[in-house]
């Protein structure tokens, strides 16, 4: 029997691609998945240091892992991702029975640090590369792409130039570096040729995508484009029905994104705009180069392009110097765009980040009484979008069981909202449903989902708005708006 491994992945989507790729690279050197952690021969942990709760989570877990590596000679225990990038050989000496440690940008090196481990040496590699080898990775093994039939992750771009001064990702990722358009094309091809329908293109400011070439007029040697040219080509890929794009930088919505939003029926009526803070002063102690004022208008661009269009969000309550006038803000920006979710947090300092040093961050009491108000306008906001889509019909890319139980099956459909459905219904296996699109009718909604009801007719309605597409408006666009308004140079932009 081959060795097996198990991944626990904590954060973002990009750690969650990362550990596809370490799992992809561990089948090609002959490991498989084991069913459990009691099973396995190797434990990896993908970490996140984005709030020091997920950290302390690290330290917990790496301590409670001690009987794990005992229970079994031959165990080895590797940690990589945010967390590892920047504690390094530091956690080596703090958890003896830890094997490796891997930085983000040392993916590639986990089997050759495995089989080092085994052998009893310890090690830990967290260099920095600029290189673009860092894309380079084997063809999707079978049982890596059996995880999520349907759906794949694709990077196009990696590391964040801009320094927000909440945020670890420039120290943890690295500088901006963007993939060669062809190289996305050619992954997304073949993507589609084993049977993917959606694809996440993943970047730190993904639509920030090739923005470096284009200013310095070296698109052409480096082999990127515009970020809209590049979904403009993915959308031209047989198979793909749907693209979606994670995470976006607002300063970053130009003309040409979101006129692609009115022009490319495979582009998910779906953006993820994080506002972080409705609050100009703090956006600025924030370092985001863009007003509140400027996110309206961004809604406002995207809705007039596909007016069926859905936004979501992140918000941040309790930064330091966040006023109760300040959050007021937050909680009037969040209610004017309508956003359909928010992932809200309280402010954590971060080591290294500037915002560490800023005074004035609220009391905690009163920093939790904001994140209960906003999650409760929030909860509001979100029910009342789903209700509204009760009558309406979607096409859902069905994940598999849900965690309902049951014969309950679970799916995403264009908005990013889960839906969740019956297999009896749609005459379906629950068990090998996954990437099957269903058209649905909403029937039900609840606070964190729409529940379905299978139907084959034709006719579809697309949801909010039931919009059909339009051509974007012309004039001023909302990039050269934030530009305008926040009177800075925007990178790679002006
Ligand atoms: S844009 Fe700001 S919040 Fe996003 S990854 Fe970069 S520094 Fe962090």
Sequence with gaps: MSSRFRIRTYGCQMNVHDSEKIANLLHHHRWSEARGEDEADLLVINTCSIREKAEHRLYSDLGALRAWKRAAPGRALGVGGCVAQQEGDALLRRFPHLDFVFGTHNLRRVPAMVEAARAGQRSARVDESRSLERFDWPERHPATSEHSPGRAFVTVMEGCDMFCTFCVVPLTRGREI??????????????????????????????AYGRHDVRRGRAAAAGTLGFAELLERLAGVPGIERIRYTS????????????????????????HLPAQSGSDEVLERMHRRYRAADLVRIAEALRAARPDLVLTTDLIVGFPGESEADFRATLDLVAEIGFVDAYSFKYSPRPGTRAAELPGAPEPAVAQARLEELQGLQRGLTLAAHRARVGTRTRVLLEGPSR??????????????????DAAEAGLDPERAAGVLLEVEIVEATPHSLIGAPRVTAGLRTGPGQAKFRKSPSGPGPMRTVAARSGVRMPGID
């Design 404 to 421: 309902r139980g049951g014969t309950q099956l679970t799916g995403r459909d264009p908005y990013h909202r889960v839906v969740n459905l």
């Design 248 to 271: 976006p930088h607002p300063l970053f919505f130009d003309d040409a994104l979101v006129a692609a939003h009115g022009r490319l029926p495979a582009l998910c009526p779906h953006v």
């Design 178 to 207: 963007s993939r060669p358009a062809r190289d996305v094309i050619a992954e997304v091809e073949g993507l589609a040729a084993r049977g993917v329908r959606e694809v996440t293109l993943l970047g730190q400011t993904v639509n």
